[in-house]
């Protein structure tokens, strides 16, 4: 193919409909190819981007242009794809149902046509190069591989059963796979950025929740149809993009975190759900129940105010109280949803990432703790009187705890810095590190999960030549070690939808 230079084309744009369009969308919101705008490229700065244009990417079908293009028109091309799109497009009912794409070869199976235990599995997502591996977690033997949308992100969500599991990428596709099966169901575009997924407590609905737009979808889980979507806007008419939605199984709701506005929202999952839920506090106090005109039942809407937008939060287990980060990153907010309120605040500074934040008993006491994005630090916060009552300095900042209520010790990463290779093991009553271990010198570690009995800590080697690494809970000590590809994230069926302690959910 000929260099292309000078005359030949018009600009960025005319090389981007040539070369681009037909994998990314001339709209640049994707189709074979990922969505090619800010949104979902934040984390290809610099110069990564123009490398990806001049080399192409492993194990994708994305190629290398450094013999068609020349330096100043991949550049070129590079900084025209960061810019953002001048108006955020309709992404509706029509568009996202024209987007469904059911497997035609599916069958259903009868029971699992594996013999291992279907609730000891786990999905490896692999970010190297979009796959998910589903693990025997008695055996440690791959089951099926099984390709995804580009750059899945949140956690894998599951059917009370655990027998469907639905993935999501950036991008707004979601994908059913039925793990009895090893089957794709199929897969629907439900936004065209978006932050993770839930799913409702029956196991009927899915919840996506979008940036772009600033919506939250609701699909059938059952075939992937639209059953509602809500235009994210606060009461003073604010849009917001949704931070993340989390399924509150106590209270039958999806619970929404909303980027931009001072608010947050409660969505109905039973159809005999009042606007006022049973346990809710009547007041007419600000920052109380506000009951929509007409939302009655199932996706009744309410709104809680607080005092500022908050995000990333931590659910206690009873579901009653959440903590968000505050918009500062220096505390935390802790808002109790029954009566629909602030009702404390924390000292967290750091930057908290409450997302990532478990809940175990010390004694005969519930405390959580939480990671810090800033500071080499976990806070360790008692949830009865909510009291900071330790601080545990770590190697550096930290994204993931984990433990289960099997197990003795909490894991925590150290994912950011010179001691990213760093794998703090911590006693549960006396907060102690008791070991960091160190599977791969220089090698970023993170993301560990048990398994359904606490047995065994699954832990992940961050890299493109990558490995899930097996340790038994209690020696500490290496089991086995499985090749994979940059495995971003273990996930338990059973731990899962039982909500086990130690597990983020």
């Given at each position: 193919?000929?260099l292309?230079s ?13 070369y ?14 990922p969505?090619?705008i ?9 110069p990564?981007?123009a490398?990806?244009i ?10 290398a242009?450094?013999?068609?293009l020349?330096?100043?028109?991949i ?6 794809v960061?810019?953002p799109?001048?108006e955020?497009?309709q ?6 149902t024209?987007?469904?794409?059911l497997?035609t070869d ?8 594996f ?8 999905l490896v ?6 796959h998910?591996s ?5 055996r440690f033997?791959?089951m099926?591989r ?5 750059a ?9 059963d655990?027998r469907?599991?639905?993935?999501m990428?950036?991008d707004?596709w979601?994908q059913?796979y039925?793990?009895w099966?090893?089957?794709e169901v199929g897969?629907i575009?439900?936004?065209?950025n978006?932050?993770?997924i839930?799913i409702s407590?029956?196991?009927?609905h899915l919840a ?9 979808t609701?699909?059938s889980?059952d ?14 008419g604010?849009?917001?993009r ?5 399924q509150?199984?106590?209270r039958?709701?999806?619970i ?9 929202w ?5 159809p ?7 346990g809710y506090v009547?007041s007419h ?6 009951a929509?005109?007409?939302?009655e ?8 105010e607080?005092g ?7 659910f206690t287990p009873?579901y009653?109280?959440?903590?968000g980060?505050?918009r ?9 949803l029954?009566?629909?309120?602030e009702?404390a ?5 750091g930057?908290p990432?409450?997302?990532s934040?478990?809940s175990?008993?010390r004694?005969?006491?519930r405390v959580m703790?939480?990671?810090h994005l800033r ?7 008692d949830?009865?009187?909510w009291e900071?009552v ?8 930290g ?7 099997n197990?003795?010790?909490v ?5 950011f810095g010179?001691?990213?290779d760093?794998?703090h093991?911590i006693?549960?009553q ?5 070991k ?8 970023t570690?993170a993301h560990?999960e048990?398994?359904?009995y606490?047995r065994?800590?699954l832990?992940s ?5 990558g ?6 809970a209690?020696t500490?000590?290496?089991?086995t070690?499985?090749?994979m ?7 338990n ?6 909500f ?5 959910h």
């Amino acid at each position: 193919m000929a260099l292309l230079s000078g005359p030949a084309l018009a600009g960025p744009e005319a090389i981007y409909e040539e070369y681009c369009a037909v994998c990314h969308g001339a709209d640049r919101l994707g189709r074979t190819g990922p969505a090619l705008i800010p949104e979902t490229l934040k984390r290809m700065r610099g110069p990564r981007l123009a490398d990806v244009i001049s080399n192409g990417r492993a194990a994708t079908q994305m190629p290398a242009f450094a013999e068609t293009l020349d330096a100043d028109e991949i550049t070129a091309l590079a900084e025209f794809v960061k810019v953002p799109l001048a108006e955020i497009p309709q992404w509706g009912v029509d568009e996202i149902t024209a987007s469904r794409s059911l497997n035609t070869d599916y069958r259903p199976a009868e029971k699992p046509v594996f013999e291992a235990d279907p609730l000891n599995v786990f999905l490896v997502v692999e970010t190297g190069d979009h796959h998910v591996s589903v693990l025997d977690g008695d055996r440690f033997e791959v089951m099926d591989r099984f390709a995804t949308p580009f750059a899945v992100h949140g956690g894998p969500k599951f059917t009370p059963d655990g027998r469907y599991v639905f993935i999501m990428s950036r991008d707004g596709w979601v994908q059913k796979y039925d793990l009895w099966s090893l089957a794709e169901v199929g897969r629907i575009r439900a936004g065209l950025n978006s932050r993770n997924i839930a799913i409702s407590k029956d196991g009927r609905h899915l919840a996506v929740a979008n940036y772009l737009p600033r919506t939250l979808t609701i699909l059938s889980a059952d075939d992937l149809s639209v059953e509602r979507i809500f235009t994210v806007k606060a009461k003073d008419g604010t849009a917001s993009r949704v931070s993340a939605v989390y399924q509150a199984p106590q209270r039958d709701s999806f619970i929404l975190a909303l980027k931009d506005a001072p608010e947050i929202w409660e969505i109905a999952t039973d159809p005999d759900a009042d606007p006022v839920y049973e346990g809710y506090v009547h007041s007419h106090e600000k920052g109380m129940i506000e009951a929509l005109a007409s939302s009655e039942g199932l996706f009744a809407l309410r709104r809680i105010e607080v005092g500022e937008p908050i995000d990333d939060f931590f659910f206690t287990p009873d579901y009653r109280n959440l903590i968000g980060a505050a918009r500062d990153g220096e505390r935390g907010v802790v808002v109790n949803l029954n009566v629909g309120r602030e009702i404390a605040e924390l000292p967290l500074p750091g930057l908290p990432h409450l997302g990532s934040g478990i809940s175990w008993f010390r004694g005969d006491r519930r405390v959580m703790a939480t990671p810090h994005l800033r500071e080499g630090r976990l806070s360790v916060i008692d949830i009865e009187n909510w009291e900071v009552v330790n601080t545990i300095e770590t190697l550096g900042p930290g994204f993931f705890l984990r433990s289960h209520e099997n197990a003795d010790h909490v894991w925590a990463d150290v994912f950011f810095g010179p001691n990213r290779d760093a794998l703090h093991v911590i006693d549960k009553q006396s907060l102690e590190i008791v070991k960091t271990l160190r599977p791969v010198p220089g090698a970023t570690v993170a993301h560990v999960e048990f398994d359904r009995y606490g047995r065994y800590a699954l832990v992940s080697v961050w890299e493109d030549d990558g490995a899930v690494i097996v340790y038994d809970a209690k020696t500490l000590e290496e089991v086995t070690r499985l090749p994979m590809r940059k495995p971003s994230g273990k996930y338990n069926v059973w731990n899962k939808i039982s909500f086990s302690d130690g597990t983020s959910h």
